[in-house]
């Protein structure tokens, strides 16, 4: 079965810290994502790769970056958290192709404090 | 650029049949998906629709007409664990990227 894993399910971090998340998929997927979620914004796309080193900004990147070194696995780092970064983020991959649909991870809760 | 539009909640009657629209703008248009979100965890696909016309799978069914820039999720027999969030999202031609509407909240109650 497919899978996306997250390392956190909730972190709590001080404004100002680095934060890294890391996603990591079991399926050999070519494309990654990372998704935050808010309530009554619904889904915003902050980074995506389609393939290893390979990155491309979303709608919302600001005070972000990412990073794919291997193809399993896309990160993704808040150079230094702010309480506006306070957040749900889901990542995903698909398979490859814009009719590929996404397979979520479970999220993390992300508090900056 | 894409915009697109949902309604934010919905209430329906276990048993009973429920639409839920979407609407968009896009610049480029190559298909559109539909997810089921449950509270607390992650969205799951239910459908894709690139052509024209009905997609049925068991109870849910999606619609999509390109030239109006439409789409719609049938559920039929609700069932209280349909309660969740759906969510439509529109895949750009020729790019990667979905965007995603605001979600409807869909509640069924008994």
């Known amino acids: 079965d497919v899978k996306v894993t997250q390392s956190s399910r909730y972190l709590v971090k001080r404004t100002g810290e680095k934060v890294f998340l890391e996603c990591v998929q079991d399926?050999?997927?070519?494309?990654m994502f990372w998704y935050r979620q808010d309530p009554g914004l619904g889904l915003r796309l902050i980074y995506f790769s389609y393939d290893v080193k390979m990155k491309e900004k979303g709608d919302i990147p600001e005070g972000y970056s990412v990073s794919r070194e291997k193809k399993e696995r896309f990160s993704l780092i808040l150079e230094s958290a702010s309480t506006n970064q306070t957040s749900m983020y889901l990542c995903?991959?698909?398979?490859?192709?814009?009719?590929?649909?996404?397979?979520f991870g479970n999220g993390t809760r992300l508090t900056v404090t | 650029g894409q915009n697109i539009d949902q309604p934010t909640e919905m209430t329906a009657t276990e048993g009973a049949i429920v639409q839920i629209n979407c609407t968009y703008q896009?610049?480029?248009?190559?298909?559109l998906f539909w997810y089921q979100q449950h509270a607390g965890e992650a969205p799951t696909f239910l459908s894709y629709?690139?052509?024209?016309g009905l997609e049925e799978k068991g109870r849910f069914s999606s619609f999509l007409s390109r030239s109006k820039g439409y789409s719609y999720l049938l559920l039929k027999e609700l069932q209280m664990k349909d309660s969740a969030s759906y969510l439509c999202?529109?895949?750009?031609?020729?790019?990667?990227?979905?965007?995603f509407g605001k979600g409807t909240k869909l509640s069924v109650i008994p």
């Open positions: 995903a991959s698909s398979l490859g192709g814009s009719d590929s649909p996404l397979h």
């Open positions: 399926m050999d997927h070519e494309n």
């Open positions: 896009t610049s480029g248009f190559n298909g």
């Open positions: 629709n690139v052509l024209d």
């Open positions: 999202a529109v895949s750009g031609a020729g790019s990667y990227q979905l965007t």
